[in-house]
């Protein structure tokens, strides 16, 4: 059973259009990162997340932490095409010194 | 420049045959890991280390040892590959603070693509 359910696994879009991408657990979290991945590259961290109900923008994405501190989704308006990549959400887990990742959203975008 | 290497990028190997996947940061951080990356399953964490000499496993630590002798790196053992070890590998590394660690993010390594025939 994967801890960090992402939703949907795939999403293929045109440029310019929003799109929102979930992750889920039963579990609650001290905190929760969002990471992208690029083909050939490791993962690059693009926000952490820590208080429930938090809101974080990074210019035409903008993070959600849920109250409860169990989800968050990631939001992007007018997609381009550079934001193509691979999504994934993380959160320590246990002694604060296991990260886990989810499955992560492939997204792509074209023109 | 900040940045977290690993050597070899791809390797090729057989089923039995001893390898290394070094890892190294110039960053001077306390926590370094490893991930594996397949199709479907995500990232998953196969060791990790507080600091020079402590380690402890991750999710999926079977077939595999790690050491940490110095701070700055961290290799891979695998000391008989077997196929099922065929995947995506990842090093990562960030600052770690006792009961803060979550604060800080993971740098990682560009990957290691190991083929186990």
């Known amino acids: 059973t994967q801890l960090l359910e992402q939703s949907p696994q795939f999403l293929s879009i045109q440029e310019g259009e929003n799109l929102t991408v979930y992750c889920n657990s039963s579990?609650?979290?001290?905190?929760l990162q969002w990471y992208r991945q690029e083909p050939g590259e490791g993962p690059v961290l693009l926000v952490t997340?820590?208080?429930?109900?938090e809101v974080k923008k990074l210019k035409r994405l903008t993070f959600q932490f849920g109250d409860a501190r169990k989800d968050s989704s990631l939001h992007i308006t007018a997609a381009q095409p550079g934001d193509t990549g691979l999504y994934l959400c993380?959160?320590?887990?246990?002694?604060?010194?296991?990260?886990?990742f989810g499955t992560g959203t492939r997204l792509q975008v074209t023109l | 420049e900040a940045q977290v290497t690993q050597n070899p990028r791809y390797l090729i190997t057989v089923t039995g045959k001893k390898l290394t996947v070094t890892c190294s940061q110039n960053m001077n951080h306390e926590y370094m890991s490893w991930y594996r990356q397949d199709p479907g399953l995500g990232l998953r964490q196969i060791y990790y280390s507080m600091n020079v000499e402590v380690t402890d496993k991750g999710d999926v630590p079977e077939g595999y040892k790690v050491s940490r002798k110095e701070k700055r790196n961290f290799p891979l053992i695998l000391e008989s590959p077997s196929p099922n070890q065929t995947s995506l590998y990842f090093c990562a590394s960030s600052l770690s603070v006792p009961l803060s660690a979550y604060l800080y993010e993971q740098y990682f390594g560009p990957g290691t693509r190991l083929t186990v025939t």
């Open positions: 579990s609650v979290f001290s905190s």
């Open positions: 997340v820590v208080t429930g109900g």
């Open positions: 993380a959160a320590y887990t246990g002694t604060a010194s296991k990260l886990t």
